[in-house]
């Protein structure tokens, strides 16, 4: 085989597992069809770049598939904003190219540095469920590069079943060629926030239910670290994209050109325990003492990706990395299932940094895709070893006890007991993997820890 491969350690974004795989770079459609058809590991996985935080694009003693070079744009509509492109395109690189233009990427995870074949193998969702979904409401059709070689279109119409079983099914059912999807207009490069402070959970809860409706975009950060009266106190940031009106007289000359912030760069992990319960205390207290209710004018990028602009950021949880948690709960148990996980958290007087609530909207028909009604919390877990699995063991039973589920792009501990209730269509999935991928040639490890697959 001409394209080269390289035996390597790799890791997701959390730098938690870190494993043995060999990787392979194609260049060109060409090699990618030679290295699922001849590469001589028995499993393959893509991996775009690498934002998954556990072993999603992980493949130990097996093969993984660096896409990042097919990421060619192969025709845009302005009238529409119909965007066709290679699967390995980034985010970065659409909204850099495409918001001078007046489109804007219409569903966003926190961060930018991702391929959208990787927002769609996770049907991401972004601050903007609970009004526009995720990101498979805003896709048209692709192209699916089967084990066997052979190519198949895959629409809601065309192949729907195979649609909707890659559309979430972390790249299990084949490899993502290109893409068509609708970008979002937009009048200018900026978002007006509003910012509320609440007490605790039951004050976020009741502004969710008041004000979501008002806004295309909420999020809640809360502080994980707070107990008692304060239990879940949060800082809610909720948005719209801004009218042309809304802007400073500076920003109206050239509304799509942001305003250069200078980078900056963790140069290094951080000593093991610099995030512990003391100092993130100090930080969420400073965090939520430093906000005031009001409204801001603020570019795109510091609204939708305020860590991106700290290279390596996740250097800064050690060499030990950190497992980033984030499951949902159905309406009708959302409160007490997020208290259940605060109490744990504080129980086990275990630190998260960055922890996020928002509410989500109806669920997509993909058959393994995360979003669905409810409450959804994100927590970024430092240190993993055998006492934080105890924790996240509790988690989980929890999520399962309250009828929620864990998001398998960013899970590094759930067992195959859990997954069939917490994906009621797990089953659905694996018979048209079985139908597409018979050989079982797309696996990763987290497919074969959850129980996706057999190992």
């Known amino acids: 085989m001409k394209v080269p491969s390289a035996i390597q350690p790799l890791a997701g974004w959390g730098n938690f597992p870190v494993q043995e795989c060999t990787a392979y770079r194609p260049e060109r459609?060409?090699?990618?069809?030679?290295?699922?058809?001849?590469?001589?590991?028995?499993?393959?996985?893509?991996?775009?770049?690498?934002?998954?935080?556990?072993d999603a694009a992980l493949n130990e003693g097996s093969g993984v598939i660096l896409s990042e070079r097919l990421n060619r744009v192969l025709d845009f509509d302005p009238d529409t904003g119909l965007l066709w492109c290679e699967s390995a395109l980034s985010l970065a690189d659409v909204i850099e190219f495409f918001l001078p233009r007046g489109f804007f990427f219409p569903v966003t995870p926190g961060t930018k540095h991702i391929t959208l074949g990787g927002a769609i193998a996770a049907d991401v969702h972004g601050k903007n469920h609970h009004q526009e979904g995720s990101i498979s409401a805003w896709l048209e059709d692709f192209r699916l590069l089967l084990a066997s070689g052979e190519i198949i279109d895959c629409s809601r119409e065309r192949n729907a079943d195979a649609f909707w079983a890659?559309?979430?099914?972390?790249?299990?059912?084949?490899?993502?060629?290109?893409?068509?999807?609708?970008?979002?207009?937009?009048?200018?490069?900026?978002?007006?926030?509003?910012?509320?402070?609440?007490?605790?959970?039951?004050?976020a809860l009741e502004s969710f239910a008041l004000r979501d409706g008002q806004h295309a975009y909420t999020v809640a950060w809360i502080d994980t670290l707070a107990t008692g009266a304060s239990l879940g106190r949060s800082v809610i940031m909720r948005a719209n994209h801004a009218k042309t009106e809304d802007l400073p007289a500076r920003a109206r000359a050239n509304p799509f050109q942001v305003r250069t912030r200078s980078s900056l760069s963790m140069p290094f992990r951080l000593p093991n325990g610099t995030l512990n319960p003391f100092s993130l205390r100090v930080f969420n207290s400073g965090f939520y003492a430093s906000h005031r209710n009001g409204r801001v004018v603020t570019d795109c990028n510091s609204y939708f990706y305020p860590l991106d602009r700290i290279a390596h950021w996740n250097r800064g949880y050690g060499r030990r990395g950190v497992i980033q948690y984030q499951a949902v709960i159905p309406p009708d148990h959302g409160r007490a299932g997020v208290i259940s996980i605060l109490e744990i958290l504080a129980a086990a007087n275990w630190p998260s940094f960055l922890s996020v609530l928002k509410p989500f909207g109806d669920a997509g028909p993909g058959l393994l895709s995360f979003p669905r009604p409810g409450l959804t919390i994100?927590?970024?877990?430092?240190?993993?070893?055998?006492?934080?699995?105890?924790?996240?063991?509790?988690?989980?039973?929890?999520?399962?006890?309250?009828?929620?589920?864990?998001?398998?792009?960013?899970?590094?501990?759930?067992g195959p007991e859990s997954l069939p209730a917490m994906y009621p269509q797990?089953?659905?999935?694996?018979?048209?993997?079985?139908?597409?991928?018979?050989?079982?040639?797309?696996?990763?490890?987290?497919?074969?820890?959850?129980?996706?697959m057999d190992q």
Not at 46 to 54: E, I, T
Not at 186 to 199: S, T, W
Request: hydrophobic fraction near 45%; proline fraction near 3%; aromatic fraction near 6%.
């Open 29 to 54: 459609r060409a090699e990618l069809a030679e290295v699922v058809a001849e590469a001589k590991e028995p499993h393959l996985i893509a991996r775009g770049l690498g934002r998954a935080y556990g």
């Open 166 to 203: 890659t559309v979430g099914g972390m790249g299990l059912t084949g490899f993502l060629l290109d893409v068509r999807l609708r970008l979002k207009r937009v009048d200018n490069a900026y978002v007006v926030v509003d910012y509320e402070k609440v007490r605790d959970l039951d004050a």
């Open 378 to 414: 994100s927590l970024d877990l430092p240190a993993p070893g055998a006492a934080l699995r105890s924790v996240v063991q509790q988690l989980d039973e929890t999520v399962l006890r309250y009828g929620g589920s864990v998001y398998l792009a960013k899970d590094s501990c759930l």
């Open 426 to 452: 797990l089953d659905e999935f694996r018979a048209i993997k079985a139908r597409l991928d018979p050989q079982g040639r797309f696996s990763s490890s987290l497919a074969r820890r959850v129980g996706i």
